[in-house]
């Protein structure tokens, strides 16, 4: 059993009972568990909130969810091991008390978001929806995707045009895989680069609270 990633906890500003709806997020490449913290005030007060940081230092500074190997593609030891980790943390915060495990969503960027669609797609059971922000599903055949076990399991996917980190060609070709899924998505594009805009972020908060409000 793998120990709990470094992450830090934010109860909610407002509370409707004893358990409440609970935020993980997953931060990009070069960054930790403050990076996106920011975004809080502007997502629903209901949320408990829990930012992890990814396991591996990053050369240039921060943290990174895994390695990138000389193809540029996932190194598959470091990310196994990284996703082994982070199943063991999130399965730690969904147990805890005051959370309602039937509203558990993941908010990603980047890399962030990558680990995020490979947390919803392997383990869909566990969470009530993901905001994918700059990122792109990875196929990976190492890893068992449930891709016709994700009708519980809503998706907001937003992405920048001119995005020169993950070129949106990324974000469409995972649109275009969700398309043959029966997951529920919400898919859209911005004028904006690899960032996140106060459009893209307005969206996903009314998003969010929608997911939060059906499941009632």
Same mark, same amino acid.
């Given at each position: 059993?793998? *120990?709990?990633?470094?992450?830090?906890?934010?109860?909610?500003?407002?509370?409707?009972?004893? +358990?409440?709806?609970?935020?993980?997020? =997953?931060?990009? /490449?070069?960054?930790?568990?403050?990076?996106?913290?920011?975004?809080?005030?502007?997502?629903?007060?209901?949320?408990?909130?829990?930012?992890?940081?990814?396991?591996?230092?990053?050369?240039?500074?921060?943290?990174?969810?895994?390695?990138?190997?000389?193809?540029?593609?996932?190194?598959?030891?470091?990310?196994?091991?990284?996703?082994?980790?982070?199943? *063991?943390?999130?399965?730690? #915060?969904?147990? /805890?008390?005051?959370?309602?495990?039937?509203?558990?969503?993941?908010?990603?960027?980047?890399?962030?978001?990558?680990?995020?669609?490979?947390?919803?797609?392997?383990?869909?059971?566990? #969470?009530?929806?993901?905001?994918?922000?700059?990122?792109?599903?990875?196929?990976?055949?190492?890893?068992? #995707?449930?891709?016709?076990? =994700?009708?519980?399991?809503? #998706?907001?996917?937003?992405?920048?045009?001119?995005?020169?980190?993950?070129?949106?060609?990324? *974000?469409?070709?995972?649109?275009?895989?969700? !398309?043959?899924?029966?997951?529920?998505?919400?898919?859209?594009?911005?004028?904006? !680069?690899?960032?996140?805009?106060?459009?893209?972020?307005?969206?996903?908060?009314?998003?969010?609270? +929608?997911?939060?409000?059906?499941?009632?």
């Amino acid at each position: 059993m793998s *120990a709990p990633l470094f992450s830090i906890f934010q109860p909610p500003k407002k509370t409707t009972g004893t +358990k409440n709806p609970l935020l993980i997020v =997953l931060h990009g /490449r070069g960054t930790d568990e403050h990076d996106l913290m920011g975004l809080v005030p502007i997502l629903d007060e209901r949320c408990s909130v829990v930012s992890i940081r990814a396991p591996y230092a990053f050369e240039y500074g921060g943290y990174t969810w895994f390695r990138l190997a000389e193809s540029m593609e996932p190194d598959q030891a470091t990310l196994v091991d990284s996703y082994r980790q982070l199943v *063991a943390t999130v399965e730690s #915060f969904i147990a /805890r008390k005051d959370v309602d495990p039937g509203k558990v969503f993941l908010l990603g960027f980047s890399m962030g978001t990558m680990m995020s669609f490979l947390l919803a797609l392997t383990k869909p059971e566990l #969470f009530a929806g993901v905001a994918a922000q700059s990122g792109f599903a990875m196929e990976l055949s190492y890893f068992p #995707f449930q891709w016709n076990a =994700l009708e519980h399991c809503p #998706f907001i996917i937003t992405h920048g045009v001119h995005d020169p980190v993950i070129p949106i060609v990324l *974000a469409r070709r995972t649109k275009a895989l969700f !398309e043959q899924s029966n997951a529920e998505v919400v898919y859209r594009e911005y004028p904006m !680069e690899h960032q996140i805009s106060d459009e893209s972020l307005n969206d996903v908060s009314g998003w969010l609270t +929608k997911q939060i409000d059906v499941r009632r």
